[in-house]
């Protein structure tokens, strides 16, 4: 299984910026699909989920600003980010919690990081 991730970047405060990240190899189904960021010296924490339901979840920090969607085949997920403040920068991943077969529980995959740099 593989998380492809691109779209990241630098923009000035205030501009946008589109996520997006490509679920790929032996899936069964996936669960949910999000985005977390890390900043330097601090902890990853989510940015925003998507459920296979089409449910979604966003951090306080994000919401009104972040639209988090998924394609109709559910593999791929992206994360438009408008409004982009300088405290956005860090390098965001992608994740799913997916299984490869029928009886495996879910399990959490990574795609690997994308930077994005918000200047001010």
């Known amino acids: 299984v593989q998380l492809q991730a691109s779209g990241g970047g630098l923009v000035q405060a205030g501009g946008s910026l589109r996520l997006s990240c490509a679920a790929s190899?032996?899936?069964?189904?996936?669960?949910?699909m999000g985005w977390y960021r890390q900043a330097p010296g601090k902890e990853r924490e989510l940015v925003a989920a998507?459920?296979?339901?089409?449910?979604?979840n966003y951090a306080d920090s994000v919401k009104g600003r972040f639209t988090i969607s998924r394609d109709n085949a559910g593999n791929t997920v992206y994360l438009q980010m408008n409004s982009l403040k300088p405290e956005d920068t860090a390098v965001y991943y992608c994740n799913a919690d997916l299984n490869t077969d029928y009886d495996d529980p879910t399990e959490d995959y990574w795609g690997q990081g994308t930077q994005v740099t918000v200047s001010s």
């Open positions: 998507i459920t296979s339901g089409g449910s979604t």
């Open positions: 190899g032996s899936i069964f189904s996936i669960n949910a």
